[in-house]
């Protein structure tokens, strides 16, 4: 046998939950790009998801909360139109681990391109107030993505902010930034830190990350230019990080995770997760026999 340091956690997406549906059975109607996040002071789960229509396109943000992680019910509502923005994308959620204090980043469309926002910190999540928007991350002229910047996946390590995003020049690629108080953002020197190129040939983009005794395990997504909708029917690849600015692909030659719908879909993307003891709660956005997305969550036993 082979020597190995450790197993891949896969999310079993056959066993899951539906968190929220679409509000039409039909191509085009999505819910889900979901950022989760367990409160153990309160010991309750938080999760921030768009909601996507044909006419509107992601037209509402929804803040819910939850004991068990699959039962969520809403606390509130952030609507585009409230800021003026073409389009909500991925949020996301995090607690500062010196101020215990709540921040939700927001990806939205000014028209003129994606920008990341970010939301002034509150005690509480319920207490988010949408007036208080402002930049976070613009484009950069002097980078590969001069066009737009997109659904930001923020996480802290040892107190210090990292920032996976997707930036777009002339296509979307993986991208990474640093900060140290989580809103002046310094991109990494090497970017994009994931290309396009083999089964993603057309989109690569972030999607989670576990954390597992200093060994990063990275899920990203992708699509190819031969499939149908490449900009919408996102599959999960999977790769490892030991320093979290370069990534060594696993999945080569094909994605790792799809959604088996035998239709025009096979979307799985938009991933978050949360470590409680011993259970991993995988938060996704899937595509369905229907061709709408929905929201689900699938509950998987480890032994860390």
Known sequence: MGRGFFKPIIPDISKYSVIAEPIKSEEWYWVGAPSALYDVDSDEFWLAYRVRSKEERGFKLVLAVSKNGVNFNSVKVFYKNDVNLYSFERPSLVKDPFTGRFRLYLSGDVGKGWRI?????????????????????????NARDNRSVKDPYVFTVGGLYFMYYIGAGVREEMYGAYSYNGLDWNRFEENPILEQ????????????????????????????????????????????????????EVTLDKPLLSSPTGNLYETIRYMDSVIIDDKIYFYYEAARRDNSFELRVSVQEVDL
Do not use: C, M
């Open 197 to 248: 190129g083999g089964w993603h040939n057309y989109y690569t983009r972030p999607s989670n990350i576990l954390d597992l005794d200093g060994v990063f395990q990275v899920f990203y997504e992708g699509s190819n230019k031969e499939w149908y909708q490449p900009v919408f029917n996102i599959q999960t690849g999977y790769g490892i990080s030991f320093d979290l600015r370069k990534i060594y």
């Open 117 to 141: 926002f970010v939301l002034d910190d509150v005690d509480d999540p319920r207490d988010f107030d949408i007036s208080t928007l402002k930049i976070a991350l613009s484009p950069s002229s």
